[in-house]
């Protein structure tokens, strides 16, 4: 057993140690302390404490205090302080204040004393508070962290995986596919990485300035008080205004593998939405389709309407100025050249062109496709897609029906025609709306029956089938898919306009529904789709079926 090897500094003998006392800083045995200490004048009223005591703040603050008795003046040595100088932020004794500080601000020592007691305590308070805030950011940026690299590996893993299955033609894909995930996590990687550092340097600094109060306050000497304040760095750390939250990243794989063009698929972030702005239409009827132009003229055609019109968003309401009638033939759909001009087609055979965006606006007949009649159409930069049927019905579907797309140079020369896939089956019913992808896909709104409701049907570029997208469960768990408009996004994105289930369906190019603007998002019945000049995504949108009966134009950012 360890012994006590301190001695009784009384009696000297006895190695029984259990007081001290504070005044005579004396360490006494018990029998030392029953039989003469007390006898001793004036010890009646000193602090005698147990030696057990002496760790705890309790007992740093008795010292401490009776300390305040007893502080030897520093510039006098023979002297006590009696007086705190508030003006010199000094203690005085007698003679200081004599000398040079008669005239000077003065306090009671003890209050002072108490002050910045006081002081200290609310600093750490401050310092505990913000400590638990670090360890609480710590653990978040730790848990986003190791979410997104959960993500990353498992991308990688899978990428890897595919390259194994195909054998051939795929370590260039899967070297670039990589090349493009690492772009989308390293950057985010480093920025938590960034924020961690920070945070943690943040929390040393204020557990550095908490472990040197405790070190104070463990003090028995009561002038460390006064001098801690000085020392400690008052200014609380500035939290971070930016801090990252947790971002989706998907891997989106093929689903056709006969096009070797595409073998492994794509990686993307989950695009997030913000109503930027909500505006009524100054009619009663839905706004069908939307065009933007370079030259900052924004046009759009109404439901059952034979008028385009142009448009301008103003104080919460869409304000529209009829530029040309159509001959009282509905118009189907429109899309803009390369060159600004609006291309549309109506239910006939002519492809109709509007040069300018003024009123009375002349319209003029860019070609026929006669005896067919136009749907769908859309403007690449060297050709013309155009949706067609036969004269008739729409529905139902007969044998000898015309269905699919012709596709003309801009000197209006017919080049091809898709209308069977490689196994002699149609690829459409009613192909009503057009649009190609960044990788020169062709994205069609195909109806299929008299309700409206339909798929999209994706062709690769010279018009084999890659994917059908029929709608999502989750969405249209009330009603069937029921597209409208259709457009694509410089990062390849799909868009598609549900009317019935209120949403607007977001695919990739592989045809994976990555997300959905919905009614929880405040959209009601869409119908056209438009991407300005701005990047905002407009969603018009129809009154019919809607709350207050109204139609409406919703401009969106979109986190592509």
């Known amino acids: 057993m360890a012994q006590n090897l301190m001695v009784c500094q009384f009696c000297e003998t006895s190695n029984e140690t259990k007081y001290k006392c504070v005044n005579c800083d004396l360490i006494l045995c018990e029998g030392c302390k029953i039989k003469i200490h ?4 004036k010890t009646e009223v000193h602090q005698v404490l147990d030696l057990k005591e002496f760790s705890n703040l309790g007992a740093s603050e008795t010292i ?4 305040l008795k007893d502080i030897q003046c520093l510039i006098h040595n023979a002297e006590h302080c009696i007086i705190y100088c508030e003006d010199c932020k000094v203690l005085l004794c007698a003679i200081c204040l004599l000398e040079s500080h008669r005239t000077h601000n003065l306090t009671k020592i003890t209050e002072v004393y108490h002050k910045k007691v006081k002081e200290l305590q609310e600093l750490d308070s401050k310092l505990c508070e913000e400590l638990s805030f670090y360890v609480d950011l710590e653990k978040e940026m730790k848990q986003i962290k190791s979410v997104e690299n959960d ?5 990688k893993q899978r990428i890897l995986k595919k390259e194994s299955e195909l054998k051939e033609n795929i370590t260039k894909q899967r070297e670039n596919l990589i090349t493009k995930l690492d772009k989308l996590w390293k950057p985010r990687q480093e920025e938590m990485s960034r924020q961690l550092k920070d945070a943690k340097e943040k929390y040393e600094a204020l557990a550095r300035n908490k472990a040197q109060i405790e070190e104070t306050f463990q003090s028995h000497n009561a002038t460390v008080i006064f001098t801690a304040s000085g020392k400690l ?3 609380l750390p500035t939290r971070p205004a930016n801090i990252i939250s947790e971002q989706k990243l998907i891997f989106s794989e093929t689903r056709n593998l006969d096009d070797n063009k595409e073998i492994f698929g794509s990686t993307l972030t989950i695009p997030e939405f913000r109503i930027a702005g909500t505006f009524t239409s100054d009619t ?3 706004i069908y389709k939307i065009k933007t132009f370079e030259n900052n003229a924004k046009v759009l055609s109404l439901t059952n309407k034979t008028t385009i019109k142009s448009f301008k968003l103003k104080d919460s309401k869409c304000i529209t100025t009829s530029i040309a009638k159509n001959n009282k033939v509905n118009i189907i759909d429109m899309t803009k050249t390369p060159d600004n001009k609006l291309l549309f087609t109506v ?3 002519e492809i109709r062109c509007l040069s300018t965006f003024k009123g009375d606006s002349k319209i003029v007949t860019l070609t026929s496709i006669s005896p067919l009649i136009a749907r769908g159409i859309h403007a690449t930069d060297i050709n013309i897609l155009v949706g067609f049927r036969e004269h008739g019905s729409n ?4 044998n000898e029906s015309r269905r699919g797309i012709l596709v003309y140079d801009y000197n209006c020369r017919h080049m091809r025609t898709y209308e069977y896939d490689t196994n002699n089956q149609r690829l459409f019913t009613l192909p009503d709306t ?3 992808n960044i990788n020169e896909d062709i994205c069609v709104i195909d109806h299929v029956n008299a309700t409206w409701e339909g798929r999209v049907v994706v062709l690769g570029l010279y018009g084999n089938l890659k994917w059908t997208y029929k709608g999502q469960p989750s969405i249209n768990s009330e009603f069937n898919f029921a597209p409208i408009d259709l457009i694509t996004t410089k990062e390849g994105l799909i868009l598609v306009s549900d009317r019935n289930s209120n949403a607007v369906h977001m695919l990739s190019m592989e045809g994976l529904l990555i997300t959905s603007l919905n009614k929880n998002h405040g959209i009601e019945k869409p119908l056209a789709l438009n991407i300005d000049q701005k990047c905002q995504l407009q969603i018009g949108c129809s009154g019919k079926g809607a709350k207050d009966g109204l139609g409406k134009l919703y401009t969106v950012d979109v986190s592509f």
């Open 38 to 41: 007390t006898k001793i004048k």
């Open 64 to 67: 401490r205090h009776l300390d």
């Open 151 to 155: 993500q990353y590996t498992d991308i």
């Open 284 to 286: 009663e009827d839905g």
């Open 434 to 436: 057009i649009s190609t």
């Open 347 to 349: 239910a006939a055979s």
């Open 233 to 235: 760095d008052n200014d």
């Open 395 to 398: 529905f139902p579907l007969q």
